[in-house]
């Protein structure tokens, strides 16, 4: 059973960065999607960046283009999401995904296309 648990959330002003991590433990192929949501109090969950296993290839949401990063590191079965430049609409709980399934650029923002998710670590950006 493939399970996801994000850490690095927190609180921070506008401009400030943070680091997210998931640690993915009982994965058993090497070939998957990582992806990163976010939801926002009363709003639906909404995608934010997606990375594929199989040729590095990564996507990001137009909102977040340009001030964070999704990376990897095989070596500790982590992924993580570098926020720069943080803005008070970034406030939101941020879930890792895992998907196991070989999906096409269009499809990485799908939600529905995850399987396995985190429990979510809380990132609020206030001055």
């Known amino acids: 059973q493939v399970q996801l648990e994000e850490s690095g959330g927190g609180l921070v002003q506008p401009g400030g960065s943070l680091r997210l991590s998931c640690v993915v433990s009982?994965?058993?192929?090497?070939?998957?999607?990582m992806g990163w949501f976010r939801q926002a109090p009363g709003k639906e969950r909404e995608f934010v960046a997606a990375?594929?296993?199989?040729?590095?290839?990564?996507r990001y949401s137009d909102s977040v283009k340009g001030r964070f990063t999704v990376s990897r590191d095989n070596a500790r079965n982590t992924h993580h999401l570098q926020m720069d430049g943080l803005k008070p609409e970034d406030t939101a709980v941020y879930f890792c995904?895992?998907?196991?399934?070989?999906?096409?650029?269009?499809?990485?923002?799908?939600?529905?296309?995850?399987?396995?998710w985190g429990q979510g670590t809380q990132v609020t950006v206030s001055s």
């Open positions: 009982g994965r058993t192929s090497s070939s998957y999607v």
């Open positions: 990375i594929r296993s199989y040729d590095r290839h990564t």
């Open positions: 995904a895992e998907s196991s399934r070989y999906l096409i650029v269009s499809a990485l923002s799908l939600n529905h296309m995850y399987d396995h």
